[in-house]
């Protein structure tokens, strides 16, 4: 048994028994797979991004209160578009330089998709980056449509996939993970009573917490919730092993660029193309998305102020990414699903007597012309948020390949949301991508209505019921059920016999047998360990395991180790791993005490 404590400012000490093994071990599988040729694989892959800048300039920008207009590209916007097949299904994801995607443009662009490609709707991902400098194509606070632009973003959209869908090849795809703790912050803090920002037409009576509330700001008190720095990423590569796409997702606001922009997610896309082919940068594709980052953004409150760019925020996102890239194992086998399922949510509309207030200040401040301040703003949106239906319907989707799975929402939902679907996820691996397949604004978890706050101020991009987020959660957890029993009713028996070549330490989980209730999870394997042969698990959840490296060596040179696992990212994985004693002779057990 663990102790419940150790003495203070001291490390648990371990007795190493030289022979002896103990009652409890973890067994890993790690084996290393060899070149797969394209006979032994079924799984199909190609990458396209379709330039999608505007045709005329001056053009609206979403992003902002007020609404303004811009007449330069600062860098080109592109629709970046993934197509995967396993030999029966097909997948479409493209990823949008764009702040959001209404659902009538969304389903627009998949109904061309399905006549330029024959995919179905429901196995078709697109979703926006949220820069913050491209065109407007839905309505939101004091910016109006970009019409012409909106019109043809579609078509664009689809034709990007029917071009990627063209470029399929036989490819070999892999997942990783990596922490990013810079630039991600929660952004959302609590004020001293009376200190918060509010306003009159938010449909609320006061507010607790304001959203980013400046550096020296004397009244703030803390940051509200935690930060989700896990960036999945899924690389496909030719049977040659030369890179065709990247796809990542990061739980950070956009960085803030000069208009018209990528911002940050152009810039890590670039990087990666020229990185990863230097020969041929456009024959790679990268995709970099917007995960839950509803309440996070880049800049971190509890510090003197510390400028930055978005190419700053971009190469380091970047560098992570390539960090994690080498020690991806590939494979040439895949099956693919997709889920959509769609819910009705209510929405928190305003009286007749807020609407009937909200005009008359209208009247009186604003007329016909756009807003300018906050509450004039606000008081516009009462009124156009009166004139819309009482309910939103949400696409919730989940795309599995194997044991990797992206979870699509349609919301700026926050880092915790998308914290609770990983942990809720039966696959090993899970990505969230936000801001998917229509927009229905700010999805805050219900205990964030009694601080308030600018996510919970009533408006067309903030307007759900206060319960929105649970059912959510719930209907996406549901989705990633229905994928995985599909995937183990649906596996083939091919697949369930002995695998004929070295398989993959999560691959192999296929052939371990369970009795009924039981499962085994992959929690670590190479290159975090080699040759464990014991473990204990410590109070803090560190997983301290033994490396046996010198059994069977004649020479009796020690080799033998101790290492210490960590999951920092709380997926389930042990990515996080540092040597505690090395040099051991003939190691077998380890024992905190």
């Known amino acids: 048994m663990l102790p419940t404590s150790y003495g203070p400012g001291s490390h648990p000490p371990f007795r190493l028994a030289a022979a002896g093994l103990a009652a409890c071990y973890l067994a890993f599988v790690s084996f290393t797979p060899e070149n797969l040729s394209a006979a032994d694989g079924n799984f199909l892959a190609g990458a396209y991004a379709k330039n999608i800048n505007p045709v005329h300039l001056p053009v609206w920008v979403n992003g902002g209160i007020s609404g303004k207009q811009v007449d330069r590209i600062n860098d080109p916007l592109h629709a970046r578009c993934l197509v995967l097949g396993d030999g029966k299904n097909k997948i479409a994801i493209c990823i949008v330089d764009n702040c959001i995607l209404p659902l009538s443009l969304i389903d627009k662009a998949k109904a061309s998709t399905q006549t330029l490609t024959g995919i179905s709707p429901n196995r078709v991902l697109i979703a926006a980056t949220h820069t913050h400098s491209a065109v407007a194509v839905d309505g939101v606070h004091g910016t109006p449509v970009q019409q012409d632009y909106a019109e043809s973003l579609p078509d664009w959209i689809a034709e990007g996939i029917a071009e990627a869908q063209k470029r399929m090849i036989p490819a070999q795809w892999g997942t990783s993970s990596v922490v990013c703790d810079e630039y991600i912050y929660c952004r959302d803090w609590m004020m001293k ?30 940051p509200i919730g935690p930060v ?4 999945p990423i899924l690389s496909i590569q030719n049977l040659q092993g030369r890179p065709i796409s990247v796809l990542a997702s990061f739980s950070t606001h956009y960085a803030g660029a000069p208009n018209l922009s990528a911002d940050y997610f152009g810039v890590v896309c670039d990087r990666l193309a020229k990185s990863l082919r230097p020969d041929a940068p456009d024959g790679f594709v990268g995709l970099m998305a917007n995960a839950t980052s509803g309440n996070a953004n880049c800049i971190d409150f509890s510090r003197s102020a510390a400028p930055f760019t978005h190419v700053e925020v971009g190469n380091y996102v970047s560098d992570k990414i390539l960090s994690a890239l080498p020690s991806i194992v590939y494979s040439s086998q895949a099956t693919l699903d997709a889920e959509l399922q769609s819910i009705e949510l209510a929405v ?37 948020l ?31 949301t998308g914290l609770k679907l990983r942990q809720a996820s039966p696959f090993r691996l899970t990505m969230n991508i936000g801001l998917a397949n229509g927009h229905s604004g700010y999805i805050p978890p219900p205990e964030l209505f009694q601080l308030g706050g600018y996510t919970t101020w009533r408006c067309r991009s903030s307007c759900l019921e206060e319960q929105a987020e649970p059912k959510m959660v719930d209907g996406l957890i549901r989705a990633m059920q229905t994928l995985k029993t599909r995937q183990k009713t649906d596996t083939p028996l091919s697949l369930q016999s002995k695998p004929s070549s070295p398989a993959s ?28 042969i014991s473990m204990r698990i410590d109070q803090h959840g560190r997983m301290w395991v033994v490396e046996m490296g010198d059994y069977p060596n004649p020479d009796n040179a020690p080799k033998s180790r101790i290492v210490v696992l960590q999951d920092l990212d709380q997926d389930g994985f042990f990515e996080t791993s540092n040597v505690f004693a090395d040099k051991l002779l003939f190691a077998t057990c380890v024992q905190p005490w």
């Open 193 to 222: 009573p009376g200190k918060a920002n509010s306003s009159p037409f938010s449909g609320r009576a006061s507010d607790s917490v304001s959203m980013n509330p400046g550096h020296d700001n004397p009244n703030k008190l803390a």
């Open 228 to 231: 989700d720095t896990l960036v």
């Open 348 to 384: 928190r509309m305003p009286s007749e007597a807020e609407v009937a207030t909200a005009s008359r200040y209208i009247e009186t401040h604003l007329q016909e012309r756009l807003p300018r301040t906050m509450d004039e703003n606000y008081a516009r949106e009462t009124v156009l």
């Open 386 to 416: 009166s004139q819309l239906p009482p309910t939103r319907k949400l696409n919730l989707q989940t795309i599995g390949l194997n044991d990797f799975v992206i979870v699509a929402n349609p919301c700026e939902s926050y880092n915790e």
């Open 505 to 532: 330490p999560i691959e192999s989980l296929r052939w371990i047998e369970t009795e009924p209730g039981f499962r085994v999870e992959l929690v670590a394997s190479e290159p975090q360990i080699v040759d464990p």
